[in-house]
């Protein structure tokens, strides 16, 4: 599974973004997914994931009330909606995907075995 998130963003603080992931030549449908953004100088961190199906999401505490993350088996897509963007938000962020049973939930991303390249979202006035 190749998965592609593209290209870079910049939003006033305030803003929303809605980075794709979108797979190459593989369904998502069995695989659980994750966002996970890198800031430059940090490790990489985890902010949503989301089972197979989309019966169960999980945020982090950081983001809640503000992202949600979502996905369309039929166009083979999964979403993360970013809303109130923040300029501590500004990082790149990467999809993931792991082959999984329905109703699982990975939130470590030593767990994810596909990635897409990183999409750069950057807060700033």
């Known amino acids: 599974v190749t998965l592609a998130d593209s290209g870079g963003r910049s939003v006033p603080p305030g803003g929303s973004l809605r980075p794709p992931c979108v797979p190459s030549?593989?369904?998502?449908?069995?695989?659980?997914m994750g966002w996970f953004p890198r800031a430059p100088g940090q490790l990489r961190d985890f902010v949503a994931a989301?089972?197979?199906?989309?019966?169960?999401?999980f945020l982090a505490d950081s983001v809640k009330g503000r992202f949600t993350i979502s996905r369309d088996n039929v166009k083979n897509e999964m979403v993360l909606q970013m809303n109130s963007l923040k300029s501590e938000d500004t990082a790149e962020y990467f999809c993931?995907?792991?082959?999984?049973?329905?109703?699982?939930?990975?939130?470590?991303?030593?767990?994810?075995?596909?990635w897409g390249q990183g999409t750069q979202v950057t807060v700033s006035s």
């Open positions: 989301i089972s197979r199906e989309g019966e169960r999401t």
């Open positions: 030549a593989a369904t998502l449908s069995n695989h659980a």
């Open positions: 993931a995907a792991h082959p999984s049973v329905s109703g699982v939930i990975i939130r470590n991303a030593r767990d994810y075995q596909y």
